[in-house]
DNA sequence: TTTTTAGGTTGCGAATCAGTACCTACCTAA
DNA sequence: TTAGGTAGGTACTGATTCGCAACCTAAAAA
């Protein structure tokens, strides 16, 4: 493995490189998504995603290294091995559902079938969305960056800050 | 540009591969990043993310071909292009920060400086989650998909029906 | 009128992707 | 106990893409 080309810049300022590097790769959430929906068997996953074997083991390394997938060898049947995702990989959920969403939206157009939905009242669950401290839905409108420093400091004042608005993620 | 390679499988029956056939490239985010945080010029690109002219070039006309972007010649300068998100774009905005999230909470550590929040309170923003359709938080536990047949059929009613536990996302 | 700037294109070597043919351990049926 | 199939990989090959640097053109700026 070459590893040669500079990691994705900035690993360190901002999380969204960071996520990139462990998951930006091609295939990387397909296999995630067929994870999600039960698969947990490397012919599986080749036989579902129409794979070429040698991606999808480079690829398969790669999510358990970097902790997203756990590989077990089977204790039934010792050729095979069971790939799993662990709670890192789980939490990626939304961040699949709201990438998934808006394919469904802008892309494909429809919500395709079978729909996800919640297993209580097995309605469709709602778009995901960006919520404020007090869960009030906001758009990029209502966002904007603060300091640390002038977060602690004008917590529960209503002296005017200086506002940037999304100047540097 | 070749394009032989075939479409990640199921582009109709699913958002995501969709998705990331639009987005799913190399620096796509990274750029569409930058958009966000009020980049909009080509050489600005160029020197925010690090990237070769050549990469960045494919990738804006990308971006502009599935609509993500626009780009506009600027009236002040006509040398100069304006790259802009449309509305498209700027729904990509809860994955992104989903993503990003994650990438805060598994990769970096540190929810790095500056904090994106709401304007109007100037509190940090909650974390991207998942929700049903009262708003309530689900996890994964709590997830499971519906046929639309199915769906329409038991709004109403509590009688049982078939849960497919996560089966064709 | 020369120089700079903005936004590209082109060419080329390096890295990655993808398809296929192996290979090895293991299970199963005869 | 052995032949044959299965599970999970490697190794080899060619196609595609990435990334760097050089170049190019139109339009400001000096």
Redesign the pocket.
């Known amino acids: ?6 990691p994705l810049r900035d690993i360190a300022e901002c999380g969204l490189p960071a996520a990139l590097e462990a998951v930006g ?3 990387s959430f397909m296999i995630l998504r067929a994870s999600f929906n039960g698969l947990h ?3 599986e996953f080749l036989t579902e995603l129409g ?5 999808l ?2 690829r ?1 390394v790669k999510l358990v290294e970097v902790g997203i997938l756990q590989r077990t060898p ?1 204790p039934d ?5 069971i790939y799993q995702l662990t709670d890192k990989g789980l939490d990626l959920l939304p961040a699949m559902i709201a990438l998934r969403q808006w394919g469904e939206r802008w892309e494909t157009g429809v919500p395709s079938n079978p729909v996800l939905c919640d297993e209580r009242d097995r309605r469709p669950i709602n778009p995901i969305s960006i919520r404020a401290h007090d869960d009030r839905e906001i758009d990029h409108h209502g966002l904007c960056w603060i300091d640390e420093g002038e977060l602690n400091a004008d917590r529960d004042q209503d002296n005017e800050q200086p506002v940037k608005n999304l100047g540097a993620m």
């Open positions: 493995m070459g590893k040669l080309r500079e790769e091609r295939w068997h490397f012919e794979i070429a074997r040698n991606i083991s480079g398969l089977s049947d010792r050729r095979k091995v």
